[in-house]
């Protein structure tokens, strides 16, 4: 089994899948047959996947999600631990210390989403505004690690959220 939870984890009442994003699929709310094996974190041809607390989770400091599989196909538990839709549980949202909402003009979250679910509203006397088309945001977290204020965090997504 994993590491046990932080004091802090548990007086917030964190569990140890609440407030991560986890692989596509993963049923994270099943800790006790994960085995930590770390294969789905070796397999990961973006090397996004971390451990967390003993189970898989997305960094995406350290890149995007391509949604090829490497880790659902690895996992030797993959029948039990994989078997959710091949899709993230979350959006992005930009928080209020975007640059172009303070003023400065960039576009990187734009440049890098490969869903197009990112544009950028035009607007008087600044620098055009982000809006999100959370419909067309796959989660992959291209935007994210590009960000170079950390502006851009996962949500969780609304057909999530309403489950």
Do not use: Y
Not at 66 to 73: A, K, N, V
Not at 130 to 138: G, K
């Amino acid at each position: 089994m994993g590491a046990p939870l932080s004091r802090r984890d548990f007086l917030r009442g964190r569990g140890p899948t609440q407030g991560k994003v986890v692989p596509p699929g993963f049923l994270g709310g099943r800790p006790e047959v994960c085995s930590s094996c770390s294969l789905c974190l070796e397999r990961c041809p973006s090397g996004i996947i971390v451990m967390d607390h003993g189970l898989p989770a997305l960094d995406f400091t350290r890149g995007e999600c391509t949604f090829c599989g490497e880790c659902r196909s690895h996992c030797p538990q993959s029948e039990n631990l994989f078997a959710g839709p091949v899709l993230l549980s979350h959006v992005v949202e930009i928080e209020g210390g975007c640059l172009a909402m303070n003023g400065v003009d960039c576009q990187a979250c734009r440049d890098h989403c490969p869903t197009d679910a990112i544009r950028f509203r035009p607007r008087l006397g600044g620098p055009f505004l982000p809006e999100i088309n959370e419909d067309a945001c796959s989660g992959c977290g291209a935007c994210i690690g590009v960000c170079p204020v950390a502006a851009v965090a996962a949500k969780t997504a609304r057909e999530f959220a309403d489950a």
